[in-house]
Structure formats: C-alpha cells, structure tokens
C-alpha cells in the first residue's frame, strides 16, 4: 500500500503508549526509525509506504514518536501536504546548504510539490529565489510564494537567462530534477557555492568537469527525508505561520490513478492530496 503523507484521527494506540491519545488530530512523520543521529538516519530507517504499508488507506498503523499534533489552522488536506516534501526541503536548505540571508538559491521544476516548499523556506531564510518551470502560469505562482524570477525550462538558453536573472549566478542550487538540470546547477554556483541533491525525475545520469568542481571550492550535498528533530523544527514553523502547505487538486482516494496521471504529466502546482472517506 502507497502512501508516506498523511493527517487525520487517532483511532487506537498501542499498549503503554502515553504521548498520544484516541481521538487526538494529528499528522504523521513519514521517517520510521530514522533513529539519535541527525548526519544520517540508522540501517532501520524506512519511508513510510515502501515496504512498510503506507496512508493510501482508512487506517495506518505508525509508531507513536512519528505521530504528531495537527496544526490547528490548516486543513486536513492542508496538513496531509506538507510533512515528506517539507521536510526533505527543510533538511535540504537548514541542515544541509546552511542557507543565510542575502543568498542566491536555484530551484530548478518549481511547480514540484518540493520546490513549493523550497521556495518559502528560502525566503523565509532571508534568501532570494530563482526557478524554472515548463509553464508560465507556474512561474507567476512560484513569484506568488516569494521568488524573485523564473524562467521556462523548455527555453533550452535557460541556464544562461537564470545566470543573467540572478546577476552573475547563485550560491546554492537544489535539484531535485536529475540528469536534465544537475550540470547546469553546479555550473550556475559562484566560487565556494553548495548544490543540495535529493531526487533525479528525469533520469540519474550527468556529467561532472573534475577540475572545475575543485577549484571553485564547489560542495555537493547528498539528502534524503529528515530526522524527527528537523520535522518538529518544520512543524514549528508551519505553527508559526512561516509557511503554507500549497495544495493543488484533491481527489477520492477511489480516483488516485487520476491523481497519479496529473503529477506524472506535470499539470500539478503543489500537492495533490486523496481524501480517504
Ligand atoms: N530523497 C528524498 O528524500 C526525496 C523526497 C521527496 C522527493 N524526492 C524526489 O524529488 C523529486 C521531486 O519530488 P516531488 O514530489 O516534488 O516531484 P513532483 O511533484 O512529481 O514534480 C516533478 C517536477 O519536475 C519538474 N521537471 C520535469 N522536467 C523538468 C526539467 N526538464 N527541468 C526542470 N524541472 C523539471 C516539473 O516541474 P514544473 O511542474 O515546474 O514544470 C515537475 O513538476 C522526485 O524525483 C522525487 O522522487 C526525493
């Protein structure tokens, strides 16, 4: 059974498990067992959802400490959006780029229900925030989170207008796109930049010039999910009102192979989310 996100109702709790109550409103951290170590999770970490069965269902069965209180003012549908894309971008641009105000980020697919987050986080972060997208309408709603300029990835002078948008290039990249902008991320760094990596949607393939990547001091950062810890400093956040889950269709969790199509074919800005009646 799919499925990593999910809010909803407790409905039972396990013998002598005290941190959680029947009935309580809460929100479910897809990393099981990431374990004490917040520079990696342990040999038990798993995604909620594969293998283990995942929220695509009426009931989920979870350990008690990745149960967490729902944020009052967001919706279900609201809450059921953010925690495994939240967190992968909140551990990619704190945790990991260590990201400081007046930077420049790059946020290549910013209609990806990631990047929704990655756009506010950088802002949040003092940041300035440069994206592509295959559609115009999706640049004008990245603009609406924060982003200072896009551009359409099906421009294939993209790079070179990012380059010219963000004034000379960025500090930190985070590509979650794979083999269709991985290069031109780590080119577009200035000297001593950082690229966060956590995803490759249009294949897993690139190449690197060896020479340039040292001697511009260039780091690349592997990341994947997030520790407890960073989804309660995630969770504090959205409490705060420092960021919103962007939602973008809803469907019966009877029509998820619409939902798949939709994203599969990139239609979505945000998160699609299935109700389970
Ligand atoms: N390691 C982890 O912990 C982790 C966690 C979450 C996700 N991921 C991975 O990260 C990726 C993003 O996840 P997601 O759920 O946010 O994906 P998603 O919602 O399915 O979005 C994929 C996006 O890729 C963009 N895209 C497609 N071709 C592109 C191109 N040539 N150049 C730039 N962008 C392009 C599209 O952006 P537009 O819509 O703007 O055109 C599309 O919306 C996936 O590969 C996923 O498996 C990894």
């Given amino acids: 059974m799919p499925g990593s996100d999910g809010a909803g109702t407790v409905a039972a709790v396990g013998a002598g498990v005290t941190v959680v109550r029947e009935g309580d409103n809460v929100v479910i951290c897809p990393s099981l067992w990431w374990g004490p170590d917040d520079v990696h999770p342990s040999s038990r970490f798993e995604i909620l959802g594969g293998p283990s069965h995942g929220t695509y269902a009426q009931f989920v069965r979870v350990p008690a400490e990745n149960v967490f209180a729902k944020p009052e003012h967001l919706t279900y549908d609201e809450a059921a959006a953010f925690p495994l894309a939240g967190l992968t971008a909140w551990r990619a641009l704190i945790t ?91 080119q577009l760094l200035t000297p001593g930049g950082r690229m966060v990596t956590f995803g490759a949607t249009t294949g897993v393939d690139t190449h690197l010039e060896i020479r340039q990547f040292y001697r511009r001091q ?47 074919q990139y239609e979505h800005f945000g998160k699609i989310v299935l109700t389970v009646a």
């Avoid at 756009?119 to 300035?128: F, K, Y």
């Avoid at 982003?147 to 000379?168: F, K």
């Avoid at 260039?218 to 960021?243: N, P, Y």
């Fill in 218 to 264: 260039l780091s690349l950062l592997g990341t994947t999910m997030g520790s407890l810890k960073e989804f309660g400093e995630l969770l504090a956040v959205i409490q705060a009102g420092g960021i919103r889950p962007v939602t973008d269709r809803t469907f019966p969790l009877a029509e998820a192979a619409a939902a798949h199509r939709r994203m599969e």
């Fill in 96 to 186: 990991k780029a260590r990201i400081k105000p007046g930077e420049r980020v790059f946020i290549p697919g910013a209609g990806s229900g990631v990047a929704t987050f990655l756009v506010q986080i950088a802002r949040l972060a003092g940041a300035r925030v440069f994206v592509t997208s295959g559609s115009a309408h999706k640049l004008e709603a990245a603009q609406g989170l924060g982003a200072e300029g896009g551009v359409l990835y099906t421009e294939s002078d993209w790079p070179e207008r990012i380059r010219a948008l963000s004034g000379g290039g960025v500090e930190v990249a985070v590509d979650s796109v794979g083999s269709a902008s991985f290069e031109a991320c780590l």
